[in-house]
Structures are given as C-alpha cells and as structure tokens.
C-alpha cells in the first residue's frame, strides 16, 4: 500500500479504497451492470460430475483354517469379516498377501495366484451393492502347492486386505503368522 509522506496508515487505506472503486466504476463489468440489458451469466451445473467420496472399510476378524481339501487340493481358508460403508456402486475385492516371516513377500511362479507385481496373493471380489457393504464374511482358498516351498518347515504369514475397483488399498489386516510343513 503507497502512503503519501505525512499520511497515517488509517488515511491512506481509505484513500486506496476509494481509488479503487473509483477504478472499477469505470471498467466495462460495472457499465455492464449499471445499463438496463444486463444479464447474469447462467452455469450449466449438468456437465459437472459430483465426486464421489472415498469408501470406508474395516476389517473386524481375520482367521486361518488349516488342512483343508476342496477338490481334491489341500490348502488353507482365510476366513475375512468386514464392513464397508459408502459403496456408491462400486466393487471390491477382498485379498491375501503372502509373505516369508521376515517380511519379504513371495514369488509367484507359475501365474495362478498372482497380484499385479507378482507376488502371490488369494483374492474374490465382493457383490456390487448401492450404498453398504455389511457385514461381509468371505473365505478366500489357498492351495499350500501355490505358496511354491521345498520340502521342510517354513515360517510364513499372510496380511489381508480390501481394494476398491480404482486400485486402493481401503483396510489392512495385521500380519497373521503361520508355519507351513512340506513334505
């Protein structure tokens, strides 16, 4: 703000108050607004899409059910409870990471069980509902010949999780520990 030598602070505000409405009543918008043809500019409020808010999803129990055969195939049953509240029509996915008991995760070999970087992982997708999701209990299968051990004891564990269809990660399990005994 410019002050004129021996103005106050409070006096030259109001001066630069006055200069600038000075300034606007003469610029177009103000003649504009001023003449009897002015007319508001209307919006097409339509064309905008309304965003739509991100899904809240909790998990309430993980637990592992060992030795079981489903078809003729031993493997485990991840036993996954959740809820998930402001759907807006989308799907989801409940999954199952694997991982050596150190934290690193396992390797897909043969493409069967795979998430996108290629680890193994178990997953189903959810029914698409309208608004709620609640309270879901799914069972995820893994077969033990797809977590690719040699024979021997092997510490590993799993962390389940729920994925909306845009690809986020929207809950997290702990990470559940187990020992695998092969051969």
């Known amino acids: 703000m410019f002050r004129r030598p021996g103005e106050s602070p409070f006096d030259a505000f109001v001066r630069n108050t006055r200069e600038t409405q000075q300034r606007n009543m003469q610029g177009k918008y103000w003649q504009d607004q001023q003449s009897q043809?002015?007319?508001?500019i209307t919006r097409d409020y339509a064309s905008r899409?309304?965003?739509q808010p991100i899904p809240i999803a909790t998990i309430r129990e993980v637990r592992a059910e060992f030795d079981v055969e489903r078809q003729g195939i031993d493997g485990m049953?991840?036993?996954?409870a959740f809820t998930i509240l402001t759907t807006q029509n989308r799907t989801f996915t409940a999954a199952a990471h694997f991982y050596f008991a150190a934290g690193m995760p396992l390797r897909d070999v043969n493409d069967n069980y795979r998430a996108t970087d290629g680890t193994v992982c178990v997953w189903r997708p959810c029914k698409?509902?309208?608004?709620?999701i609640?309270?879901?209990?799914?069972?995820?299968?893994?077969p033990y010949s797809e977590l690719h051990m040699r024979s021997g004891n092997h510490d590993l564990?799993?962390?389940?999780?729920?994925?909306?269809?845009k690809g986020r990660q929207l809950a997290r399990s702990d990470?559940?520990?187990f020992t695998l005994q092969v051969g």
């Open 157 to 165: 564990g799993f962390i389940a999780s729920i994925w909306d269809d």
């Open 77 to 80: 049953d991840i036993h996954l």
């Open 49 to 51: 899409q309304r965003r």
């Open 175 to 177: 990470f559940f520990s």
């Open 128 to 132: 698409r509902k309208q608004f709620y």
């Open 37 to 40: 043809q002015y007319k508001p």
């Open 134 to 142: 609640g309270p879901q209990n799914i069972v995820l299968f893994m």
